[in-house]
């Protein structure tokens, strides 16, 4: 169940053709599988959705199953992406997927002796959302892996549109088979679709990957500096903030939209069906159609429609009740739905580093999924108090406000951010071999700044500090001599030693493109001078 709903874009790197990736049997072989898993996994939840409505036809208890589902990608996305990050992701995927088949196949066993319980039930959904988080991080991190540099803008897009492709397949499908067979049926249909993937994995051997010199992170290290850097990335920070505002009241659909499905409209599992596969058919529309419409709106303008669109689909919803009419809203919901979240997502990806992507991603799940587990409680309590129209009109309104309050934060400031290592620091001098667990470490550097480039110095510094926080730092501050002015000296501080040499491997152009507008303004020939201090010896 690779799910690819949080899947995003990639730094644009040259033309290739939308259709390039499929050259290269591992990326075919890999986007196939994921497609058969992905239709599954959308069986899935239209089986659990509308199993809870027979156990338990209340709106909180609906609401849960998609709360069941987003919690546990909130809770555990940051430790599956450093995981991603320190471990075989192959060999992660491989095994995660197992375990998940297995499980699909025994809630589609409880299913068919009719021995599921609207708890047991939500268990089950938090521990397949658990694996989903798992999976989510270490999936998104392998495209690289299977095409070249230059194609990896068109084999994110071609995921993203199998994702959708499975989203108009699966939901419909789930329908007939419910109608036809039974509500067991489609979970036993998930767990097969765990092996195609599984299989696909066994089959392919990705490329050695480039090794440091220096020691792996530890699991609770790794975790702090994804998080270091989540915290220093001005575009990571703005891209968190607008996902928030929107997914908090999108979910509004999601979570109520069996029961609009069953209350408000009287239809029954092949409907609910329908509604989602014209969520997948509008969403492969609106992936066509990205293009063009981020070339007239860019990313920003298109975050914006897409916003318009999901509040007009709320309002439709609780104003018109027409079956005809919630299959038409729903093919806007799905364009509205990629518009935002591919924008959001290549906004994601142009802020991060390949050191830290797993990690970076993991962040931008835990937001995603965390606003949508927070808005589907949010919404199905509201709507067990004031009805499920009611809700649906104060959702519409909440997004409208909410992305007028945000739209100072622009997406995609990441974009002409060059992230590739420079290596263009030299190793640091010591008298003799420093403990790599030593520390903290502080390292010092020493300008001498015109007075009348004080002004322009100080700008970029701030820039510099976030840089230097976000490849490790822990501190950062910057001193002026009071008895010299335009003497100024900057230090930051880093947990240990081998903290620090792995700065130095993560440093990046864009780094040192800044770190030269710095060079620029400090006066004479030598460079600053830089100095390593480090905790005394016992």
């Known amino acids: 169940m690779p799910s690819e709903r949080t899947s995003g874009g990639a730094p644009p790197e040259a033309a290739a053709s939308a259709w390039a990736p499929f050259?290269?049997?591992?990326?075919?072989?890999?986007?196939?599988?994921?497609?058969?898993?992905?239709?599954?996994?959308?069986?899935?939840?239209?089986?659990?959705?509308?199993?809870?409505?027979?156990?338990?036809?209340?709106?909180?208890?609906?609401?849960?199953?998609?709360?069941?589902?987003?919690?546990?990608?909130?809770?555990?996305?940051?430790?599956?992406?450093?995981l991603a990050d320190l471990v075989d992701r192959r060999r992660l995927l491989i095994g995660v997927m197992s375990v998940l088949a297995v499980a699909a196949a025994l809630l589609g066993l409880l299913a068919q002796l009719e021995l599921v319980t609207p708890w047991l039930l939500l268990a089950f959904t938090f521990l397949f959302g658990t694996g989903a988080a798992f999976v989510a991080p270490a999936w998104q991190a392998i495209v690289p892996q299977l095409v070249p540099r230059a194609q990896l803008q068109p084999a994110v897009a071609l995921n993203s549109m199998g994702v959708n492709i499975s989203r108009a397949i699966g939901p419909s499908l789930a329908g007939l088979i419910i109608a036809g067979f039974g509500i067991a049926w489609p979970f036993f249909a998930n767990a097969l679709s765990f092996f195609a993937v599984i299989a696909a994995l066994l089959w392919w051997r990705p490329p050695p990957a480039r090794r440091s010199p220096l020691p792996a992170e530890r699991f609770w290290t790794g975790?702090?500096?994804?998080?270091?850097?989540?915290?220093?990335?001005?575009?990571?920070?703005?891209?968190?903030?607008?996902?928030?505002?929107?997914?908090?009241?999108?979910?509004?659909?999601?979570?109520?939209?069996?029961?609009?499905?069953?209350?408000?409209?009287?239809?029954?599992?092949?409907?609910?069906?329908?509604?989602?596969?014209?969520?997948?058919?509008?969403?492969?529309?609106?992936?066509?159609?990205?293009?063009?419409?981020?070339?007239?709106?860019?990313?920003?303008?298109?975050?914006?429609?897409?916003?318009?669109?999901?509040?007009?689909?709320?309002?439709?919803?609780?104003?018109?009740?027409?079956?005809?009419?919630?299959?038409?809203?729903?093919?806007?919901?799905?364009?509205?739905?990629?518009?935002?979240?591919?924008?959001?997502?290549?906004?994601?990806?142009?802020?991060l580093p390949d050191w830290v992507r797993a990690r970076g991603l993991s962040a931008f799940i835990m937001?995603?999924?965390?606003?949508?587990?927070?808005?589907?409680?949010?919404?199905?309590?509201?709507?067990?108090?004031?009805?499920?129209?009611a809700t649906l009109l104060i959702a519409a309104g909440g997004a409208l406000a909410a992305a007028l309050l945000v739209r100072p934060f622009r997406l995609q400031q990441g974009q002409g951010l060059d992230h590739t290592p420079s290596s263009h620091w030299p190793a640091p001098v010591t008298a003799r071999d420093v403990a790599?667990?030593?520390?903290?470490?502080?390292?010092?550097?020493?300008?001498?700044?015109?007075?009348?480039?004080?002004?322009?110095?100080?700008?970029?510094?701030?820039?510099?500090?976030?840089?230097?926080?976000?490849?490790?730092?822990?501190?950062?501050?910057?001193?002026?001599?009071?008895?010299?002015?335009?003497?100024?000296?900057?230090?930051?501080?880093?947990?240990?030693?081998?903290?620090?040499?792995?700065?130095?491997?993560r440093v990046s152009e864009a780094d040192r493109a800044l770190q030269a507008q710095v060079r620029a303004l400090h006066l004479g020939p030598a460079d600053p001078e830089i100095t390593h201090f480090t905790t005394p010896e016992a």
């Open 23 to 82: 050259r290269h049997a591992a990326f075919t072989v890999l986007w196939t599988a994921a497609v058969f898993s992905n239709v599954g996994t959308w069986m899935h939840d239209v089986a659990a959705g509308w199993l809870m409505t027979s156990l338990a036809p209340t709106p909180l208890m609906v609401a849960l199953v998609q709360s069941a589902t987003t919690l546990p990608m909130f809770l555990f996305a940051l430790p599956a992406g450093t």
């Open 223 to 351: 975790l702090r500096s994804g998080l270091r850097f989540a915290r220093a990335s001005g575009p990571l920070r703005a891209t968190l903030l607008r996902a928030v505002a929107f997914f908090l009241f999108a979910s509004a659909y999601w979570a109520l939209l069996p029961l609009i499905v069953r209350q408000e409209l009287n239809g029954g599992p092949a409907l609910y069906g329908t509604i989602l596969g014209a969520v997948g058919l509008g969403a492969v529309l609106g992936a066509i159609a990205m293009p063009r419409v981020k070339r007239y709106l860019g990313a920003d303008g298109s975050v914006a429609a897409g916003t318009a669109g999901t509040a007009l689909v709320l309002v439709v919803f609780a104003l018109v009740g027409l079956p005809e009419a919630a299959i038409a809203a729903s093919i806007v919901a799905g364009a509205s739905w990629i518009a935002v979240l591919s924008s959001l997502n290549v906004s994601a990806q142009l802020a």
């Open 367 to 389: 937001v995603f999924f965390g606003a949508m587990t927070l808005g589907s409680l949010l919404w199905g309590q509201t709507a067990s108090f004031l009805g499920i129209p």
């Open 436 to 505: 790599p667990d030593r520390g903290p470490v502080m390292v010092t550097i020493d300008y001498r700044i015109a007075a009348h480039n004080r002004g322009a110095f100080l700008a970029v510094m701030r820039d510099l500090e976030a840089a230097r926080r976000r490849d490790g730092a822990f501190a950062w501050n910057l001193f002026e001599d009071a008895a010299l002015p335009g003497r100024f000296l900057e230090y930051f501080l880093e947990e240990n030693w081998l903290a620090h040499l792995r700065h130095h491997e």
